[in-house]
């Protein structure tokens, strides 16, 4: 299983359609987690993390199962400009820590 | 406040040849992270230098090294170029090594003809 595995894309929608991301990691002790924003030949950038009692950010919602080691991202009323691909991002490894991504999900908003 | 900054932005090399890639973190960020992003692979971490050391690297060959310098900056190199090194190399900094997000660069891509 792979540390990190996120919904196969591309997510082709709508504008205003409502489009959920979902992201499993493999290592239980992994400590901390977060959705991150590429647009095309760009760097990442950090969208949000993501807390144990879920956390909400605008149009955004991320959550988190621990029992069942995975993540969400659920972006309500969707815009021309939030297509990009979505990179799940998960912390683990104590004082040698690293961060591991996902492939990512490409998401296309269309008018 | 200027953000994390790379150079060169693109490198053309032949095979065998050494890479050098360098990156300034965000003033006060004291740790500096390398990736790969190769097509079709995602985002693979390289190598993480904190206050100057190598922490932790990721599963690479030892032909990628690097180090930090005492301004913090980091530079990546990689020697004995193959073909499959053709990536873009991104350069994260992070204000707290073991918690906090991770703020990247626009990367370097190297391409290996």
């Known amino acids: 299983r792979k540390e990190v595995e996120q919904d196969p894309g591309p997510f082709n929608v709508p504008e205003g359609a409502t489009v959920a991301f979902n992201c499993t990691y493999s290592?239980?002790?992994?400590?901390?987690f977060f959705w991150y924003r590429q647009d095309c030949r760009k760097e990442p950038k950090l969208l949000m993390s993501?807390?144990?009692s879920g956390n909400e950010d605008g149009r955004f919602t991320a959550q988190l199962n621990r029992a069942s080691q995975y993540i969400s991202l659920l972006i309500r009323d969707s815009k021309l400009s939030d297509s990009a691909t979505y990179l799940c991002?998960?912390?683990?490894?104590?004082?040698?820590?690293?961060?591991?991504f996902g492939k990512g999900t490409l998401l296309t908003v269309n008018p | 406040e200027a953000g994390v900054t790379q150079s060169p932005t693109h490198l053309i090399k032949t095979r065998g040849q050494q890479a050098t890639l360098r990156c300034s973190p965000i003033?006060?960020?004291?740790?500096v992270y390398w990736y790969q992003q190769a097509l079709g692979l995602g985002l693979q971490f390289l190598l993480w230098?904190?206050?100057?050391?190598?922490?932790n690297r990721g599963n690479f060959p030892p032909r990628f090294s690097g180090r930090q310098f005492p301004n913090y900056s980091s530079e990546l190199n990689v020697n004995a170029l193959e073909l499959e090194d053709s990536a873009l190399y991104l350069c994260?900094?992070?204000?707290?090594?073991?918690?906090?997000?991770?703020?990247f660069g626009d990367g370097t891509r190297l391409s290996i003809l």
């Open positions: 003033s006060g960020h004291t740790s």
């Open positions: 290592n239980s002790a992994s400590q901390s």
């Open positions: 991002v998960v912390k683990s490894g104590g004082s040698n820590y690293k961060l591991t």
């Open positions: 994260a900094s992070s204000g707290l090594p073991l918690s906090g997000p991770q703020h």
């Open positions: 993501v807390y144990s």
């Open positions: 230098y904190d206050e100057g050391e190598e922490r």
